[in-house]
């Protein structure tokens, strides 16, 4: 019996994805809050760190290409938006030495947004354009908010004015002032760009054009994780914390 696929249904294969990435968050954020905030030492969280960035670069790709399949992108961006404002808040007041003021959750609502009036152009320009110019900002302006290059470190690269670095209202941007500090950030320089080329991806996805295996292939369990990656971040770190402030409440 032939397999019948809607055209705009879920694709199993993008949440098992999305469930891998926010799962290795999850973990990556155990390690954290053991050895920043209950002084455990564990060598382990060393040689994970490096890892971070590809694994938050993989969900906001996949946010991005998300784009392409949502019925209301503003309603998903008010939704995630009060989500991280829950997450600024309950920091601010709980673990004021970890606030996070604009984590992936700020970031990812403000994109969404901002997607929106960039979708004509990015729907008029040829996809190799866009991925080209996408990739190399993303490139050029990569370490941007903790060197103030743009450019690629060792290569070349100019060297923005100290004045742009000097407010404390531009750290949304990617340009913070050397007093900003936020357990969480992604700045919109540079992970728009790359939150963009999810979004050029989400065509060629959208309108089937991959080999038939990426729409039929099914991990239930990682998909599962990856369908309701939102609730698992808003949900997963004072779930962490409270079980670990138990334990070490009881072992002390």
Not at 41 to 65: K, Q, S
Not at 132 to 155: C, D, E, K, Q, R
Request: aromatic share 14%; net charge positive; proline share 8%.
């Amino acid at each position: 019996m032939e397999l019948i696929v809607k055209k705009h249904a879920r694709i199993d294969l993008l949440d098992a994805v999305r469930g891998v990435a926010i799962l290795a968050m999850v973990f990556y954020h155990a390690l954290f809050d053991l050895t920043a905030i209950f002084g455990v030492r564990i060598p382990l969280f060393a040689w994970l760190t490096p890892l971070e960035p590809p694994f938050a670069g993989a969900f906001i790709l996949l946010a991005g290409l998300s784009c392409r399949f949502s019925h209301n992108n503003v309603r998903r961006a008010l939704r995630v938006l009060a989500i991280a404002a829950a997450v600024t808040i309950g920091t601010v007041l709980f673990l004021p030495d970890e606030a996070i003021w604009f984590g992936i959750l700020h970031f990812m609502g403000v994109a969404i947004l901002l997607y929106i009036p960039c979708r004509p152009l990015l729907d008029r320009t040829p996809m190799a354009v866009s991925l080209t110019v996408l990739g190399a900002l993303f490139v050029l302006t990569y370490t941007l908010p903790s060197s103030g290059l743009l450019g690629i470190p060792g290569l070349f690269g100019f060297v923005l004015p100290t004045d742009w670095f000097s407010t404390p209202y531009l750290f949304w941007l990617g340009l913070p002032d050397p007093s900003f500090a936020s357990a969480d950030y992604f700045p919109l320089l540079p992970w728009l760009f790359l939150f963009l080329i999810g979004a050029v991806l989400g065509t060629p996805v959208k309108e089937r054009r991959l080999p038939e295996w990426f729409y039929t292939a099914r991990m239930p369990v990682l998909a599962a994780a990856g369908r309701n990656t939102l609730l698992i971040y808003a949900l997963h770190q004072p779930v962490l914390y409270g079980v670990m402030y138990l334990i070490f409440s009881i072992i002390k």
